[in-house]
Nanobody, 122 residues
């Protein structure tokens, strides 16, 4: 069982920056990608960004492309999400996920973290 622990959420003003991290307890041979999803109040969980664990392919949603950067440290089993130029519409609960294949939808994820809250004030 893979456990994911996120950290780094908080409250920031619009235009500011936050960095999230997510550490996995173990990674198996079936780990293909890790990434981030988010769920705003009253909305469905949506894809934010993903990175291939053994390669370096990164995919971003159109809403965060150019503002967010996903990266990984394989030795620490950790991924990061650097979020710049934050907007109020980025306010959401951010979830880390691990997938056995490329993740572009929540159904692609095999394991989930508990989530960390990001709030952007206007």
């Amino acid at each position: 069982q893979v456990q994911l622990v996120e950290s780094g959420g908080g409250l920031v003003q619009a235009g500011g920056s936050l960095s999230l991290s997510c550490t996995a307890s173990i990674l198996t041979a079936h780990t293909y990608s890790m990434g981030w999803f988010r769920r705003a109040t009253g909305k469905e969980r949506e894809f934010v960004a993903t990175i291939d664990w053994n390669g370096d392919k990164r995919v971003y949603s159109d809403s965060v492309k150019g503002r967010f950067t996903i990266s990984r440290d394989t030795t620490k089993k950790t991924i990061y999400l650097q979020m710049n130029s934050l907007k109020p519409e980025d306010t959401a609960l951010y979830y880390c996920a691990v997938g056995a294949r490329s993740m572009l939808t929540p159904s692609d994820a095999a394991y989930w973290g508990q989530g960390t809250q990001v709030t952007v004030s206007s």
